[in-house]
Nanobody
């Protein structure tokens, strides 16, 4: 069974950094797209970033471009989200998700597997 487990969330001051991890297990992920979504209080889940497991190509939401970096470590079956220059508007629960396709959908309905999320809180 595919499992995704996020970690690394916490409380950080504006301008600070956090590194989120998504530990993936249950199969090999060749041909998969791995993504991060986030849900801010009172809002729907929004796309943050995506990486193709095999090729390593990345895509970002405009709101995080230049501040966040998504990457994957194939040997460790782990996806990372390095978040720099954090702002209070980045406060949200961050979710790791995956789909068995190399087309990166930007809507939650396009993804088969989800983690439980990790809370990121940015104070002003």
């Amino acid at each position: 069974q595919v499992q995704l487990v996020e970690s690394g969330g916490g409380l950080v001051q504006a301008g600070g950094s956090l590194r989120l991890s998504c530990a993936a297990s249950g199969r090999t992920f060749s041909g998969y797209t791995m993504v991060w979504f986030r849900r801010a209080p009172g809002k729907e889940r929004d796309f943050v970033a995506a990486v193709f497991w095999s090729a390593g190509s990345t895509y970002y939401a405009d709101s995080v471009k230049g501040r966040f970096t998504i990457s994957r470590d194939k040997a460790k079956n782990t996806v990372y989200l390095q978040m720099n220059s954090l702002e209070p508007e980045d406060t949200a629960v961050y979710y790791c998700a995956a789909r068995p396709s190399q087309v990166a959908a930007r809507t939650p309905a396009g993804y088969n597997y989800w983690g439980q999320g990790t809370q990121v809180t940015v104070s002003s």
